[in-house]
């Protein structure tokens, strides 16, 4: 039947919005900045008039919902005040993108995988690390919806336990894990690799490390048969979902070379997912890497084959 309205797109794209789980900043904008200098009502007032510009200048970038992400941050305080000042401008909704939660890029991070020297990482999650680091227990409910570690760490597993039971997403990353501590931190409940290929062990043909989740055996799809019973194959896809593992990846040329892109997505096309990680200095639409740039050579513009 005629659709019961008809509207003209003019040649161009209808797609549907993306979905950016690891952006640092944009517009001028680097969250982990936020309430820096929120003391008083006015710096709250302006805080939120940078946020709701944010949210309001990435649809024309098609992005339409994201994680602002914070990276390490030296003291409680730092995390605490940006935190609070994301979770307002969360529960106020403000028109254009929406905000998902925060992502928590550190401070529980292998040291040699810093990306900065001036970075404070944590060596353990033993006690009350949690607590001691953000200044509150991560959850869902209070903002957060990712939170990156390195699996190697002491009580790791027990934190990503913790996390998952507070609805918080792990994802393992910026780390020197094996592949057998990296087994142990998806069996504790973490199910992303961050920035796969970056700040990480390289491939290696005894060890590959956290690279070597991708081929992990919780990963391929089964084909259920034509006949499958409805339900029966619906729970099959839902057990899929809950035990796919996942992974990030910045790919402009200068973040990751293109032969490096399609073999990560030949091999567990199903677990990409996309992300700018971009820099206070640069429009979302133009993402920089987060290493130094002398230290990354770009490779051929991305073509996905």
């Known amino acids: 039947s005629a659709a019961d309205r008809v509207i003209d797109c003019c040649n ?10 690891h952006l640092y900043g944009a517009f001028g904008l680097q969250f982990d900045r936020l309430g820096s200098n929120a003391e008083t009502a006015d ?19 098609g992005v339409t ?3 602002p992400a914070l990276r390490a941050q030296p003291t409680a305080a730092g995390y605490s005040r940006a935190l609070k000042c994301l979770q307002r ?38 006690g009350d690390a949690l607590l001691s680091a953000y200044g509150l227990l991560p959850s869902r409910g209070g903002g957060i919806s990712l939170l990156t570690l390195a699996p190697e760490l002491p ?10 039971s507070r ?13 057998a501590q990296s087994l ?15 700040s990480m062990p390289a491939f290696h043909h005894r060890d590959p490390g956290p690279i070597g989740l991708l081929v992990h055996n919780k990963l391929p799809f089964t084909n259920e048969p034509a006949d499958a019973e409805p339900n029966l194959a619906a729970a099959k896809r839902k057990q ?45 639409s133009t993402s920089q890497p987060n290493a130094k740039s002398d230290e990354v050579e770009p490779g051929p513009k991305i073509k996905s084959e």
Not at 107 to 124: D, N, Y
Not at 184 to 198: P, R, S, T, Y
């Open 12 to 21: 161009m794209i209808l797609a549907p919005g993306l979905l950016d789980i």
């Open 43 to 61: 710096d709250d007032t302006a805080a939120q008039r940078e946020i709701s510009r944010v949210c309001a200048q990435l649809p024309k970038l």
């Open 65 to 67: 919902s994201f994680c």
């Open 89 to 126: 401008a969360q529960l106020r909704d403000y028109p254009g993108a929406s905000i998902l939660g925060a992502n928590l890029h550190g401070p529980f991070m292998c040291p040699s995988q810093a990306a900065f020297k001036s970075e404070q990482l944590r060596s353990g999650l033993e």
């Open 155 to 164: 009580n790791a597993s027990s934190a990503i336990s913790i996390l998952r």
């Open 167 to 179: 609805g918080v997403v792990v994802g393992l990353g910026r780390t020197s894990a094996s592949l």
């Open 184 to 198: 142990k931190g998806i069996e504790a409940g973490a199910n992303l690799v961050v920035q796969i290929f970056e």
């Open 240 to 284: 899929d979902l809950k035990d796919r593992i996942y992974y990030t990846m910045g790919a402009t040329e200068l973040q990751t070379h293109s032969a490096s892109v399609n073999l990560a997505r030949r091999t567990h096309p199903l677990g990409m997912i996309l992300v700018s990680a971009v820099e206070q200095q640069q429009p979302a």
